[in-house]
């Protein structure tokens, strides 16, 4: 087989800052199609990462239908991903689209759907579960070292962490703040340690209360209060078939401490896990740490996971996880083995989140499926 020829279609933070330079790291890839409604972003992207006749263009369609590309990556607001997805893969591309992998579970089920048919290969873009400390709590929960996991919490909590830059702000063309655009990645991980995709109620609640107010603390700088349409914390809880039970809580801007995102919390009846520090400890890497009674004693064992969302200096790192991610997409392809992030799970995540919203605007329990 020859190189793998790319599209990359929205040129903005996420096709640069992670998948441009993690896809380009191998040789077996060339991109030769960049897409932007704004040119100057597409033309800037293919100077740094194409090939010296790569195409630049402003509509999608021009690089889902052009013959020579085998996988696509969609890149855009998340209004924008079922309707590029399927359309890249009904012209028989492979797709690996951003997450969270669609606004609604009609979409993501239309993306599933698409997929299926086309028999070409759909992911989403969760790279923390390729951080080590995933993978190694990952390999943990699959050797039974928690037994059966029937408690878990998803955390997504940003003290102040507005996004600033794009459309994130935007109900319309985002779906929503934090909960759609964090919370998936955690819960993500939840449902994957705990290989449970069989979600039965699920309770929500979400607030407006600081997004209105504006920040000039943000991380990512201040944002127009005006301008703030999605919610600014949002919590849920899911009850599984099996009676297991996941918390999710996600903010952008809550007044709370002790924040931690993409990180996760596992009881089981073997042992419990989560991804924090050792007690007093900084950020530094070490993400995995075990909990139980062994011979009538408490016990808590703290693995050294090489890197996690924090670099060893405690700095947090852009993307941990995205060159494995790439690898694993590629090689999945090129292999046609089975893809670590399968679209059937991604779509769970979906259904998750839209009760979450659809019972915190109801104030009912929304029983699923
Ligand atoms: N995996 C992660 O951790 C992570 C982090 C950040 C963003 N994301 C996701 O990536 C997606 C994009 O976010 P971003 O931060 O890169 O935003 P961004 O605004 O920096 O980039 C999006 C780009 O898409 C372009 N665009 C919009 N509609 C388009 C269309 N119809 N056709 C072609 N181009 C179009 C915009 O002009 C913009 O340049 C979102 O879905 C977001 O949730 C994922």
């Not at 419990?272 to 075990?290: C, K, N, S, T, W």
């Not at 769970?348 to 499926?369: D, H, N, P, W």
Request: proline share 4%.
């Amino acid at each position: 087989m020859g190189k793998f020829k790319v599209g990359m279609i929205g040129c903005g933070f996420i096709a640069n800052g992670k998948h441009l330079y993690a896809m380009t790291q191998r040789d077996d890839v060339e991109v030769v199609a960049f897409c932007d409604l704004v040119l100057e972003r597409a033309q800037a992207s293919a100077k740094q990462y194409g090939t010296p006749d790569a195409l630049v263009c402003q509509d999608y369609r021009e690089v889902v239908t052009r013959e020579e590309i085998d996988v696509i990556y969609v890149c855009t607001p998340n209004s924008t991903h079922a309707e590029i997805t399927v359309a890249a893969l009904n012209n028989g591309k492979h797709v690996m689209c951003e997450k969270p992998m669609a606004k609604t579970s009609a979409e993501a089920k239309a993306m599933v759907d698409a997929a299926k048919a086309s028999g070409k290969k759909l992911s989403i873009g969760y790279q923390n579960r390729f951080r080590e400390d995933t993978l190694l709590l990952k390999s943990l929960c699959d050797q039974g070292e928690l037994g059966e996991i029937y408690y878990a919490k998803a955390f997504a909590l940003r003290r102040r962490g507005v996004p600033t830059w794009g459309v994130f702000m935007d109900k319309e063309k985002q779906g929503g703040g934090p909960l759609i655009d964090l919370a998936t990645h955690a819960l993500d991980m939840t449902l994957w340690m705990m290989d449970n995709y069989e979600p039965e109620v699920v309770l929500g609640s979400t607030f407006d209360k600081l997004g209105k107010l504006g920040s000039p603390a943000n991380g990512m700088g201040p944002w127009d209060p005006a301008a703030y349409e999605v919610e600014d914390a949002a919590f849920g809880l899911v009850r599984f078939k099996n009676g297991a039970t996941v918390m999710i809580e996600s903010s952008w801007a809550l007044n709370m401490v002790s924040t931690n995102e993409a990180m996760i919390l596992l009881a089981g009846t073997k042992a419990g896990a989560d991804m924090f520090p050792p007690e007093g400890q900084p950020r530094d890497g070490l993400h995995v740490r075990i909990n139980g009674e062994q011979n009538g004693k408490l016990y808590v064992r703290n693995y050294a996971a090489g890197s996690g969302l924090y670099d060893k200096s405690g700095k947090r790192e852009q993307f941990a996880g995205s060159i494995k991610e790439a690898n694993a997409w590629f090689d999945s392809i090129r292999d046609d083995t089975e893809l670590v992030v399968k679209p059937d799970q991604a779509y769970v995540v979906t259904q998750i989140l839209e009760a979450i919203y659809q019972s915190a605007a109801s104030g009912e329990a929304v029983r699923m499926g």
